[in-house]
């Protein structure tokens, strides 16, 4: 949790490095919490989305959604700095299938060794401050 709270304290931070971990955190807690508002609205609403409570659920999982964009955006570029990559290939996501396939191989791999034009790298800083 403490991963998915950072990446929201840096929420529009584009500039510097993420780790994997920190990617891959934010984005497990991002599907957890979306995966429960998705369960409950169905659970309370049933088939029946107009209902009240089921109008409620969706602005409250709508409002969720936005809340998390821009953080969302912002460590997906600072993932793409750690692999020496600009945050602009993010855009190939948009690419049907294909896309999909080179950013999930970019997010995967591991950070670029030292400091690159980014920054330094993260893990190695982690290390640092524990040695």
């Known amino acids: 949790m403490e991963w998915y709270i950072k990446v929201l304290k840096n929420y529009a931070e584009f500039e ?3 780790r994997r ?11 957890l919490i979306y995966a429960a508002l998705q369960t409950l609205m169905f659970m309370l609403a049933g088939m029946n989305p ?3 409570v089921g109008l409620v ?4 999982l709508g409002l969720y959604s936005l809340a998390v964009f821009i953080p969302s955006l912002a460590v997906g570029v600072r993932r793409l700095h750690d692999t020496g990559r600009s945050g602009w290939w993010l855009l190939i996501s948009l690419v049907p299938i294909i896309g999909a396939i080179v950013i999930i191989v970019f997010l995967v791999q591991d950070s670029q060794a030292g400091t690159n034009q980014y920054g330094e790298n993260p893990k190695e800083m ?4 524990v040695a």
Do not use: C, H, P, Q
């Not at 971990?21 to 991002?30: A, D, G, Q, S």
């Not at 659920?57 to 409250?60: A, E, H, K, W």
């Open 50 to 52: 107009e209902s009240s």
């Open 126 to 129: 982690g290390s640092a401050a």
């Open 16 to 18: 510097g490095r993420a």
């Open 21 to 31: 971990k920190e990617y891959w955190m934010f984005t497990l807690v991002n599907f």
């Open 57 to 60: 659920l969706m602005g409250i």
